[in-house]
């Protein structure tokens, strides 16, 4: 089966596992895991911030950004498409007591103009806005990179505004990797990034909160809070290492792959590709109602031997990743086309 969901459905590699079965460990909540110890510096470095510290999951690094950077009873802007809005049970609120103010961006990008007027004034009557959170690559908004000179224009809007700002970079590599800028400059612009391990790098779990020192001590108490401490991790901060050694670079391949498929799909004229073309590795298309369902779509293709997302009623999601060939892409390809040429079925 070709399993196009999400990238992180992939395997652990054999050079990974074997980094994990070697991988120095100790007891991260009572002193220190020496392998998560250098994961964190590592990427500390890697995003030019103070500090670094490792969790379970980006849900996890994106709810302790919020709960560190805001009070109950206050606000935070975000594209009304993002992930922290969409996919995380609104645990702003229910963990935090935050409010989420979403304004419509062009798949993910906001710009100066769609944030003027959007903080609240100091009034008694009304919440107090504190955050401006972004996410790079844009997930709904397949894939999309965010230019990084409206990243900047609107993090300095931000900033003298008197907002901290947050990125959800969980495919910040991904990023890199389409626009040649390092992570570093990409993660420049904000208060604090988080960053994941197992999407595109393919790593089993994980992510990283990166800022600074104070920023970061507050997010350990707050993972602890959260049920997030963890003992011998340096068995998950093992294959991380190892994915940023010899995962990045490849993530190109997983980005010509997506582009592969959104030209196969751009034949049929009942299918309309989100954007000009896919930016990393993830294509979302639409299917014209006329013609079917993207559940009916996402059925056919499973039948092909190819999985899907059906992403909405009408929506297709895609995503490739490391554990698919170029051969698989071809094959992806070939079960899209003989769908749409015979039809989905009554």
């Not at 670094?52 to 206050?74: D, W, Y």
């Not at 498929?261 to 639409?286: C, S, W, Y």
Request: with cysteine.
């Amino acid at each position: 089966m070709i399993d196009l969901r999400s990238d992180t459905v992939t395997r652990p590699t054999l050079g990974m596992r074997e980094a994990m079965f070697r991988a120095e460990v100790g007891d991260d909540v009572i002193d220190v895991d020496p392998t998560l110890d250098q994961l964190q510096c590592r990427i500390a470095d890697l995003l030019a911030k103070e500090s670094a510290i490792f969790m379970p999951s980006g849900t996890m690094t994106n709810q302790i950004a919020l709960r560190v950077h805001c009070k109950p009873g206050e606000e935070f802007l975000c594209d009304s498409d993002c992930h922290i809005y969409n996919y995380e049970q609104g645990a702003f609120a229910q963990l935090s007591g935050l409010v989420a103010r979403t304004i419509q961006g062009n798949q993910g990008v906001l710009s100066v103009e769609d944030l003027q007027g959007k903080i609240r004034p100091l009034n008694e009557h009304m919440v107090e806005t504190r955050l401006l959170c972004l996410e790079n690559t844009h997930n709904r908004g397949s894939g999309k990179v965010l230019p990084q000179a409206q990243v900047v224009e609107v993090c300095r809007w931000a900033h003298e505004n008197g907002l901290k700002t947050h990125l959800d970079g969980a495919r910040l590599f991904n990023a890199s990797v389409a626009t040649g800028l390092s992570v570093k400059e990409l993660a420049e612009p904000f208060d604090s990034v988080s960053v994941c391990f197992s999407k595109g790098l393919g790593t089993p779990l994980g992510s990283c909160l990166a800022g600074t020192k104070e920023f970061v001590a507050k997010a350990r108490r707050a993972r602890k809070l959260f049920g997030g401490g963890m003992r011998q991790v340096g068995v998950v901060a093992a294959a991380a290492l190892y994915a940023l050694d010899h995962h990045v670079d490849r993530l190109k391949i997983d980005h010509e792959h997506a582009k592969q498929l959104a030209r196969t799909i751009r034949q049929f004229e009942f299918l309309k590709v989100m954007g000009a073309q896919p930016e990393t590795n993830i294509v979302i298309f639409h299917i014209d109602q006329a013609w079917g369902t993207a559940h009916k779509f996402a059925t056919e293709l499973e039948r092909h031997g190819v999985r899907a997302m059906a992403f909405s009623p009408t929506a297709i999601r895609m995503v490739t990743h490391l554990d698919l060939s170029t051969q698989q892409i071809d094959q992806a390809c070939q079960a899209i086309e003989s769908i749409c040429t015979s039809g989905l079925p009554n």
